[in-house]
């Protein structure tokens, strides 16, 4: 696995609930593929210049909420189907909470979601 990008962390939110975010992301980018280990606290904690308490954290929240698997003396395991259920629950908050305000920004600016490119080519 290759050394991870380290993001620029904002004030504005918890460097775990970042972090919780960057792992989402690559679970539904299959960076981490279900069925996959993840990195050792110590090595995230390494690749991405945290507190492995950090980690820790976003690891035991990851697992409370069903998405990882421990293996006794191995480490976590992305579960098998968590990346459908992330993808869900993403959906699901990007409808709810980013959605509307796009959409409202978009019919005060006069743009026609048919007319949107479909890439950046």
Known sequence: MKKATIPQWHDDLPI???????LVGHILDRTYPEGEMLPSVR??????????LT?????KELSREGFLEK???EGLVIRKGVR????K????????EEWPALRERMLRMGVDFKSLPESDD
Not at 16 to 21: A, I, P, S
Not at 84 to 87: F, K, N, R, V
Request: no cysteine; proline share 3%.
């Open 71 to 73: 293996l006794r003396g």
């Open 84 to 87: 459908e259920a992330l993808l």
């Open 89 to 96: 629950r993403e959906r699901n908050k990007f409808l709810k």
């Open 16 to 22: 775990y609930r970042q972090l919780m975010q960057v």
């Open 43 to 52: 090595q995230l904690a390494s690749d991405y210049e945290i507190n492995p």
């Open 55 to 59: 980690v820790a954290k976003v690891y």
